[in-house]
């Protein structure tokens, strides 16, 4: 089989991760191997840099640099290699999440972030050039304002969690662009149903994909 690489994007108190799982037990039930793994983050290296880039006072450059040094680390040791082999990955946040975050939020250029985006991601040998995109990105969409009110009381909110609401309202519109810029690779979730009916959407979506029985 083909390796399969899902990713799942939202700002936090959407949902998404809760998902993440039941769709890995899914697949796991169709005796695929799966990878579950986060950005920033899944591998050692990448989890050092994920720590600062959450926690650390710094400009929005550094951010994006440090985003996408982990990214790179994270597609050379973990990503490409489990594609390779023909598992599916499940990535929390890959990067349309660096656009929302960093470019939306933070206000960092958007062109920058291409550059660094077809430096990161390119597959090595591809011809003609290509870059390494999810097969599917499911786009947990929920207003801000409600995501706030699921958050409260949860847990230790880092740098992000602890920004405005306006914030927020900046990388929801930025996950709108990049979704609008890429149709065919997106599908929005909305986010503000129960728990079972979101699961449902988004077993519908893979399903008319042709990735689930």
Same mark, same amino acid.
């Not at 929005?60 to 597609?75: G, I, Q």
């Not at 390119?122 to 011809?127: D, F, R, T, V």
């Not at 409260?152 to 992000?160: N, Q």
């Given at each position: 089989m083909s390796g399969l690489f899902i990713s799942f994007e939202g700002i936090d108190g959407a949902?998404?991760?809760? $998902?993440?799982?039941?769709?890995?037990?899914?697949?796991?039930?169709?005796?695929?191997?799966v990878m579950l793994t986060r950005e920033p983050g899944g591998t050692? &290296?990448?989890?050092?840099?994920?720590? &600062?880039?959450l926690n650390d006072a710094m400009d929005a450059m550094t951010e994006a640099l440090l985003v996408f040094a982990a990214r790179r680390? $994270?597609?050379?040791?973990?990503?490409?290699?489990?594609?390779?082999?023909g598992e599916v990955v499940l990535c929390d946040r890959f990067t349309d999440a660096t656009f929302a975050y960093q470019g939306g939020g933070?206000?960092?250029?958007?062109?920058? &972030?291409?550059?660094?985006?077809?430096?990161?991601?390119?597959?090595?040998?591809?011809?003609?050039?290509?870059?390494?995109?999810?097969? &599917?990105?499911?786009?947990?969409?929920?207003?801000?304002?409600?995501?706030?009110?699921?958050?409260?009381?949860?847990?230790?909110?880092?740098?992000?969690e602890a920004q405005p609401v306006e914030f927020f309202r900046r990388v929801a519109a930025a996950y709108g662009k990049r979704m609008a810029e890429a149709p065919q690779r997106f599908a929005r979730v909305d986010a503000a149903g129960g728990?079972?009916?979101v699961w449902q959407e988004v077993q519908a979506v893979v399903k008319r994909r042709g990735w689930l029985q």
């Amino acid at each position: 089989m083909s390796g399969l690489f899902i990713s799942f994007e939202g700002i936090d108190g959407a949902g998404k991760s809760t $998902h993440i799982e039941a769709l890995a037990q899914v697949f796991r039930g169709q005796r695929r191997t799966v990878m579950l793994t986060r950005e920033p983050g899944g591998t050692p &290296l990448a989890e050092k840099l994920r720590t &600062l880039v959450l926690n650390d006072a710094m400009d929005a450059m550094t951010e994006a640099l440090l985003v996408f040094a982990a990214r790179r680390d $994270h597609l050379k040791q973990l990503i490409e290699p489990a594609l390779a082999r023909g598992e599916v990955v499940l990535c929390d946040r890959f990067t349309d999440a660096t656009f929302a975050y960093q470019g939306g939020g933070r206000g960092f250029d958007a062109q920058v &972030l291409q550059v660094l985006e077809g430096w990161v991601q390119a597959i090595s040998g591809s011809s003609p050039a290509a870059i390494r995109q999810p097969d &599917l990105t499911l786009w947990f969409d929920l207003d801000p304002a409600i995501a706030a009110q699921r958050l409260v009381g949860a847990r230790l909110p880092d740098k992000f969690e602890a920004q405005p609401v306006e914030f927020f309202r900046r990388v929801a519109a930025a996950y709108g662009k990049r979704m609008a810029e890429a149709p065919q690779r997106f599908a929005r979730v909305d986010a503000a149903g129960g728990r079972a009916a979101v699961w449902q959407e988004v077993q519908a979506v893979v399903k008319r994909r042709g990735w689930l029985q």
